[in-house]
């Protein structure tokens, strides 16, 4: 079984600071991770995604994220906020075709807030 | 190209009714998804087909949920004898294949409210 805890279901920042989104996961098979975003009235949109390549994943819109299987952790980080970054965050995990299937285990999501 | 459609974007029904939705996926996915959101969490999945086919129903709730794809693309989700509980944001998802690292697409969801 698969699950994500994503610490902070809000998180408020200042435009130009660092944005910091946690998510720890947990498997029983080498996971496929996920961020996906979503704005107001959207969709989720694929931020980026960990497929056991390189550990250091960079995504759109100058997010990027780091796997570290020793902290069971795939935490989304962007250095600099920018407004347009309001939204709210969901970490996800999939199992491969041995275990866990093929649906994802979101988490229950990160609101962020950029203030002025 | 065209992403993932849902449609209707809204619907609201009466306790006790039945409804469908619909999903189109991206042209020549093979894999098609549903989850529901309820306010205030993540997705949580529904079924998933791959083809024609339902490969995991684990997550449908109960009896009164039920979904096909007859031709290997469009979906349907119908619900029966509705109940307020089932209120929700429902998602459809499609990918190219099964494959673990192939992301899922997601469409804008139908928001369900049921009286």
């Known amino acids: 079984a698969q699950s994500v805890t994503q610490l902070g279901s809000h998180v408020s920042v200042s435009e130009g600071a660092l944005v910091l989104l946690r998510c720890n996961y947990s498997?029983?098979?080498?996971?496929?991770l996920f961020w996906y975003v979503q704005y107001p009235n959207q969709g989720l949109q694929l931020l980026l995604k960990y497929t056991s390549a390189a550990t250091l994943v960079k995504g759109i819109n100058g997010f990027e994220a780091e796997f570290k299987k020793s902290e069971t952790s795939f935490h989304l980080t962007k250095p600099s906020a920018h407004m347009s970054d309001a939204a709210e965050y969901f970490c996800?995990?999939?199992?491969?075709?041995?275990?866990?299937?093929?649906?994802?285990?979101f988490g229950t999501g990160t609101q962020l807030k950029v203030e002025l | 190209g065209a992403g993932v459609s849902q449609t209707p974007s809204n619907k609201v029904t009466e306790k006790g009714k039945y409804v469908e939705l619909r999903c189109d996926p991206i042209?020549?996915?093979?894999?098609l998804y549903w989850y529901r959101q309820s306010l205030g969490q993540g997705p949580e999945f529904l079924i998933y087909f791959q083809g024609t086919g339902a490969a995991d129903d684990s997550g449908l709730p109960n009896d009164r949920f039920f979904a096909v794809r007859p031709e290997g693309s469009v979906s349907t989700l119908k619900i029966q004898r509705t109940e307020r509980g089932d209120s929700a944001v429902y998602l459809c998802?499609?990918?190219?294949?099964?494959?673990?690292?192939?992301?899922?697409?997601f469409g804008p969801g139908t928001r369900l409210t049921v009286l």
């Open positions: 996800a995990v999939r199992g491969g075709l041995t275990g866990g299937g093929n649906k994802l285990t």
């Open positions: 998802a499609s990918s190219l294949t099964i494959q673990g690292a192939d992301t899922q697409y």
């Open positions: 042209s020549g996915h093979t894999a």
């Open positions: 498997s029983s098979v080498p996971p496929y």
